[in-house]
């Protein structure tokens, strides 16, 4: 159902696990995935949002779910502080990755402490007495939490665009804390992140990326029901699953594995006369009942006009500045040297076409590319 009215299914496809392909050759190189579909899983470890005693607790359970990954994921793991670190990249061997994260080191940044001091009026005083200093400490928390939350959405976005070519359904599994959507006073009311959520759940979506944040807090006595809330709603619109106020974080990973061993691809059609930027709610039925379906629930429309409108530029300096290979175009290279000669390499690079977006003009197709 597309914005309530049935669609015609025109793209209906199974994805199943299957086994690693061949490697390739060790000069060869790209920022495709050269094997079979396996499962692929990006593990963030946030920082950012997560006291360091619980970053350690999730450090800790991750370690003993590695397992439950399977051994032929295709797993990335990343922590997040201002920006995303890269602590085990895609294609690096898995048997690296049980050392790397017993070197991870939890960190504890100013944001988190900075953006939980609100001190109010002592008991007893009232509120036309606050203090500077009581204001002061309620403006610098306001400034640390919308760090906190621009960085974060900055860091999903950016995680969006590196897998949006790999193909199938992928996970991320995020231990996290999570973060308010909404903040003090900001003009007439509370600043909402609205237009920033929008882009960061766009680009996953695009992607195909499903969240399953994991609170590794367990059962905490004082947790803020809007950072929990804020996790429920990335996973739920990108078709996870949140798993907080339980102790047993490795049930969390475990979920997320099994839900993508298997996963249906659904597909249809939009006309582009009349189109105009909205969100449109989706929803999948089937007639099997007990059934539980997990899968995003919408997607965001652009008139042709405005997709070219973007800021090239923009995409541009965060695929130039961000950590993470970006992945939209596929890019293959092989290196080898030139004439025997060792102090010489011949470097062949191949762009697959298919992935560009062209349009017919007549008897001629046409797109637009830039190297740069």
């Known amino acids: ?3 309530g009215r049935p669609r015609q299914i025109a793209v209906f496809s199974l994805e199943t696990e299957r086994p690693a392909g061949r490697t390739p ?15 692929t899983a990006v593990i963030l470890l946030d920082c950012l949002n997560t006291r360091f005693e619980d970053q350690g607790r999730a450090k ?10 399977g051994p032929d994921a295709r797993v990335a793991v990343y922590t997040l502080e201002r920006e995303i670190r890269v602590l085990h990249a895609f294609g690096d061997s898995a048997e690296l990755l049980p050392a790397r994260l017993e070197s991870f080191v939890p960190q504890s940044g100013p944001e988190l402490d900075a953006s939980d001091r609100e001190r109010g009026p002592a008991p007893g005083i009232p509120r036309a007495g606050a203090s500077t200093g009581t ?20 860091a999903l976005s950016g995680i969006g665009l590196q897998l949006s070519s790999v193909p199938g359904r992928k996970i991320l599994i995020w231990f996290s804390a999570g973060f308010p959507l909404t903040m003090g006073p900001d003009g007439a009311g509370f600043r909402m992140f609205s237009p920033e959520m929008t882009r960061t759940m766009a680009a996953l979506n695009d992607a195909n990326v499903a969240v399953y944040p994991i609170d590794p807090r ?28 339980r102790n047993d974080l490795a049930f969390g ?27 449109r709610p989706l929803q999948v039925r089937v007639s099997r009942p007990g059934v539980t379906l997990r899968y995003r629930q919408g997607y965001y429309t652009e008139p042709p006009a405005a997709k070219k409108a ?34 010489r390499v011949l470097v062949k690079a191949r762009l697959e076409l298919p992935s560009l977006q062209i349009s017919q003009h007549g008897a001629r197709w046409r797109g637009d590319i830039e190297i740069l």
Not at 318 to 327: H, N, Q, W, Y
């Open 310 to 343: 973007a800021s090239l530029a923009q995409l541009i300096k965060d695929a130039v500045a961000g950590p993470l290979d970006a992945t939209s175009l596929p890019v293959a290279a092989s290196v080898d040297l030139a004439g025997g000669n060792p102090s």
């Open 253 to 279: 990973v475990q979920s997320a594995v099994e839900e993508s061993l298997v996963s249906y691809t659904l597909g249809f059609y939009v006309d582009d006369e009349g189109l105009r930027s909205e969100f």
């Open 25 to 39: 050759p060790p000069s060869f190189f790209s920022n495709q995935p050269t094997d079979g579909r396996r499962l």
């Open 218 to 245: 367990g059962l905490p006595l004082d947790a803020d029901r809007q950072t929990i809330d804020t996790m429920v709603e990335i996973a739920e619109r990108t078709g996870g699953r949140a798993f907080y106020n």
């Open 60 to 69: 800790r359970r991750l370690i003993q779910s590695l397992d439950q990954l």
């Open 1 to 3: 159902m597309d914005q």
């Open 135 to 154: 204001a002061n400490s309620r403006l610098e928390a306001e400034f640390y939490r919308r760090r906190r939350i621009e960085y974060t959405l900055k």
